[in-house]
């Protein structure tokens, strides 16, 4: 056996191992006594819960340049901003038990958001890899799960139950983008721009990306003649905060309280409410990821919303809970001993985060025992008469 092939047996052996064993996921969450003091919302890897594996070495080598190089560095850390703030906006999301055909609607309608995380990690690989073309597609799949994300939650609130979830997932429901992007945000004034900005951006992404496009649009016209990184592919994280922006715009609409920091020990120790509430350290995240003024006019909007005072009124309502209290509520048996409240308070946040997840996932079937059968049916000499017997 040669060297080569000695490496990939370890690889695939890996891969086999992988495959075998139960799946995990990490989820991070951190926590600063006094937040205003961030000045760096930190690295890739944390951020995104990346392992130096799931790098290459064009990605390792595009990232050392974006996080050092003056040219490229403050757009960069625009983008991480943004991507921390993106983050940050799971934790507001409530869990209502209301009417629904299946239990684990509750759970699986937060899919959209969590499937746009994961289309957005591998748009942001793709672009340290040089994969132009690539990159495109994601945004568009990114943007178009995250109106869905958005049009469902407001559907699910004017109705007052989960049915258009059940019909999705069920298959009986796919709206046009047109009715997706009407009901995506309120009917108002303020929301006006966003919905015309989110519209852009979806026509913009299906010309240049999505559909066979024009010469102009090629990635060739940046040095890429084949899939490699170039000089003017470095700047790909200019494209990603162009599509995050308005996707962060929306969700600051619809979750108000994102824009009103409470702290959630005091109130309720370690039996957090299932979203709804957000701590100073999201809050600070979310400030520093848009300017001054946009933040006031997201702010001043947020305010005069019905769930801010509902919510605010419920958090008010209940009595404060001194130190021990809030001790008293943690979980010793199941999670160990508490060394401070800070503590605590990361990891009771990064669980949920990791629960909200895996649960809005879609268990999987096996593939069907006949797999060789379906493949001989589609050699042409078969498919000529099989597909005749299809509906």
């Given at each position: 056996?040669t060297d080569?092939?000695?490496?990939?047996?370890?690889f695939?052996?890996?891969?086999?191992?992988?495959s075998?064993?139960?799946?995990?996921?990490?989820?991070y969450?951190?926590?600063?006594?006094?937040?205003?003091?961030?000045?760096?919302?930190?690295?890739?890897?944390?951020?995104?819960?990346?392992?130096?594996?799931?790098?290459?070495?064009t990605a390792?080598?595009s990232?050392?340049?974006?996080?050092?190089?003056?040219?490229?560095?403050?757009?960069?850390i625009?983008?991480?901003?943004?991507l921390?703030?993106?983050l940050a906006?799971?934790?507001?999301?409530?869990?209502p038990?209301?009417?629904?055909?299946?239990?684990?609607?509750?759970?699986?309608q937060?899919?959209?958001y969590?499937?746009?995380?994961y289309?957005?990690?591998?748009a942001i690989?793709?672009?340290l890899?040089?994969?132009?073309?690539?990159l495109?597609l994601?945004?568009r799949?990114?943007?178009e799960?995250?109106?869905l994300?958005?049009?469902?939650?407001?559907?699910?609130?004017?109705?007052?139950?989960?049915s258009?979830?059940?019909?999705?997932?069920?298959?009986?429901?796919?709206?046009?983008?047109?009715?997706?992007?009407?009901?995506?945000?309120?009917?108002?004034?303020f929301?006006?721009?966003?919905?015309?900005?989110?519209?852009?951006?979806?026509?913009?992404?299906?010309?240049?990306?999505?559909?066979p496009?024009q010469?102009?649009y090629?990635?060739?016209?940046?040095g890429?003649f084949?899939p490699?990184?170039s000089?003017?592919?470095?700047?790909?994280?200019f494209k990603i905060?162009?599509?995050?922006?308005p996707?962060?715009?929306?969700?600051?609409?619809n979750f108000?309280?994102?824009?009103?920091?409470?702290?959630?020990?005091?109130?309720?120790?370690?039996?957090?409410?299932v979203?709804?509430?957000?701590?100073?350290?999201?809050?600070?995240i979310?400030?520093?990821?848009?300017?001054?003024?946009?933040?006031?006019l997201?702010?001043?909007?947020?305010?005069n919303?019905d769930?801010?005072?509902?919510?605010?009124?419920?958090?008010n309502?209940?009595?404060?809970?001194?130190?021990?209290q809030i001790l008293?509520t943690?979980?010793?048996?199941?999670?160990?001993?508490?060394?401070?409240?800070?503590?605590?308070?990361c990891?009771?946040?990064?669980?949920?985060?990791?629960?909200?997840?895996?649960?809005a996932?879609?268990?999987?079937?096996?593939p069907?025992?006949?797999?060789?059968?379906?493949?001989?049916?589609?050699?042409?000499?078969?498919w000529?008469?099989?597909?005749?017997?299809?509906?």
């Amino acid at each position: 056996m040669t060297d080569n092939e000695k490496t990939y047996s370890v690889f695939l052996k890996e891969l086999i191992d992988d495959s075998m064993s139960p799946k995990r996921y990490a989820s991070y969450y951190r926590s600063m006594t006094d937040p205003s003091l961030m000045c760096d919302p930190g690295s890739l890897h944390t951020i995104l819960c990346l392992e130096k594996k799931h790098l290459s070495e064009t990605a390792s080598n595009s990232l050392e340049i974006l996080e050092h190089e003056g040219n490229f560095k403050p757009s960069w850390i625009d983008l991480k901003w943004k991507l921390s703030a993106y983050l940050a906006v799971q934790d507001v999301f409530p869990s209502p038990i209301i009417r629904s055909r299946n239990d684990l609607t509750l759970f699986r309608q937060w899919y959209f958001y969590y499937e746009a995380k994961y289309i957005l990690i591998e748009a942001i690989l793709s672009g340290l890899n040089g994969f132009h073309a690539a990159l495109g597609l994601l945004l568009r799949l990114f943007l178009e799960f995250s109106l869905l994300q958005n049009h469902l939650y407001r559907k699910i609130c004017e109705n007052n139950d989960y049915s258009v979830i059940d019909d999705y997932f069920d298959q009986k429901f796919n709206p046009n983008w047109s009715t997706i992007l009407n009901g995506c945000l309120p009917q108002n004034s303020f929301c006006k721009p966003i919905r015309k900005r989110l519209d852009i951006h979806l026509k913009g992404l299906s010309q240049s990306s999505t559909h066979p496009y024009q010469p102009i649009y090629s990635p060739k016209h940046i040095g890429a003649f084949v899939p490699e990184q170039s000089l003017e592919g470095l700047f790909f994280s200019f494209k990603i905060s162009m599509i995050l922006e308005p996707v962060l715009w929306m969700y600051f609409v619809n979750f108000p309280m994102l824009f009103h920091p409470v702290d959630i020990e005091k109130k309720f120790g370690f039996n957090y409410p299932v979203g709804l509430f957000i701590d100073e350290q999201g809050a600070t995240i979310l400030k520093k990821s848009i300017p001054e003024e946009d933040y006031i006019l997201f702010y001043e909007y947020s305010k005069n919303s019905d769930d801010y005072k509902n919510y605010m009124d419920f958090y008010n309502s209940r009595e404060n809970l001194n130190h021990e209290q809030i001790l008293a509520t943690w979980d010793k048996e199941c999670k160990g001993e508490l060394d401070n409240i800070i503590a605590g308070h990361c990891m009771q946040m990064a669980e949920l985060r990791g629960l909200r997840e895996g649960m809005a996932l879609q268990s999987r079937e096996e593939p069907p025992e006949i797999i060789d059968t379906i493949s001989e049916n589609l050699r042409f000499c078969n498919w000529r008469n099989y597909y005749k017997t299809l509906k």
